[in-house]
């Protein structure tokens, strides 16, 4: 079992920067994928970016490129998300996941483990 907890979350204004934290802890940590999602209230769920955990590859949705930079640290067991020039349109839920397997960096459905989620709300 590996558990999630995110942290970082806060009200910013528009313009700001805010930095989420991930730290993964329970059986010896060896994801495949790490990501960030977020959900506004009324949307569906939305891909931010994802990271390999091997080699430190990354991904981003389009929303974000050049505004979010996602990092982690192997000996902490903890991911990163940059956040720079918010827009009230990042406001939402952001929840950090795991995948274990094989699976696109945008597919929810491929993550095996979930946070409980930050909340980020981007004044304007």
């Known amino acids: 079992q590996v558990q999630l907890v995110e942290s970082g979350g806060g009200l910013v204004q528009a313009g700001g920067s805010l930095r989420l934290s991930c730290a993964a802890s329970?059986?010896?940590?060896?994801?495949?994928?790490m990501g960030w999602f977020r959900q506004a209230p009324g949307k569906e769920r939305e891909f931010v970016a994802a990271i390999r955990w091997r080699d430190g590859t990354t991904y981003y949705g389009d929303s974000v490129k050049g505004r979010f930079t996602i990092s982690r640290d192997n000996a902490k067991n903890t991911m990163y998300l940059q956040m720079n020039s918010l827009k009230p349109e990042d406001t939402a839920v952001y929840y950090c996941?795991?995948?274990?397997?094989?699976?696109?960096?945008?597919?929810?459905?491929?993550?095996?483990?979930w946070g409980q989620g930050s909340q980020v709300t981007v004044s304007s």
């Open positions: 996941a795991a995948a274990y397997g094989f699976t696109l960096a945008a597919r929810a459905s491929g993550y095996d483990y």
């Open positions: 329970g059986r010896t940590f060896s994801a495949y994928l």
